[in-house]
């Protein structure tokens, strides 16, 4: 069994990790969340995982777990909204359409470290400023990518279908970083 530690303070990861009933410490990436300007949209996430997991300064026999989510609309990124105005416009621009959800995660082990990125399809239903304003003066997405989080109301009423892993959009493909703990190195 790895001992594991969670680079991140999102409530939303730590209960995955709970409900997949892992055993994990959870540790703070304190670093910018900034990336190349040149970057492609599909290859930040990913990225920014990697310098969350390097930023945490663990014994090799510690197995770090870092990830970042991000939502991408006609390949732009769309990120947490900064005040609610914000927020509402982000999802007018979700409303009927589809946009991908991708989670960059990595996985470091001593030297060894596993990177990957899983990305889900996911298309709204069209959404009237009533239920816009409602969700976002209700549940407060400020701190969300793509301003909304699938487990919430808006995925309930709002959300068409998906394609890929539900939990990526929740913030952790969970199933994923399972089946590749058994690739790192167990002493």
Not at 3 to 17: C, D, E, G, T
Not at 73 to 94: F, H, Q, S, V, Y
Request: proline residues 4%; positive net charge.
């Amino acid at each position: 069994m790895h001992k594991l530690i969670l680079a991140s303070q999102s409530p939303r990861r730590k209960q995955l990790m709970e409900q997949a009933e892992l055993s994990f410490e959870v540790m703070s990436a304190n670093v910018a969340e900034t990336y190349p300007e040149a970057m492609t949209a599909n290859a930040v996430p990913e990225y920014l995982a990697n310098k969350k997991a390097m930023a945490i300064d663990a014994p090799d026999d510690f197995v770090v777990i870092a990830a970042d989510t991000i939502v991408v609309l006609n390949n732009k990124i769309l990120g947490k909204p900064a005040d609610e105005e914000e927020a509402k416009e982000t999802l007018r621009k979700l409303s009927g359409k589809t946009h991908e959800v991708i989670t960059g995660v990595c996985m470091k082990k001593g030297e060894q470290v596993i990177s990957f990125s899983v990305t889900t399809e996911v298309h709204f239903r069209r959404l009237s400023d009533k239920q816009i304003n409602h969700y976002v003066t209700k549940y407060k997405p400020l701190d969300k990518a793509g301003a909304y989080a699938i487990q919430e109301w808006i995925g309930l009423i709002g959300i068409k279908r998906i394609k890929g892993d539900y939990y990526n959009v929740v913030g952790l493909p969970i199933g994923k970083i399972v089946k590749q703990l058994r690739y790192l190195t167990i002493d």
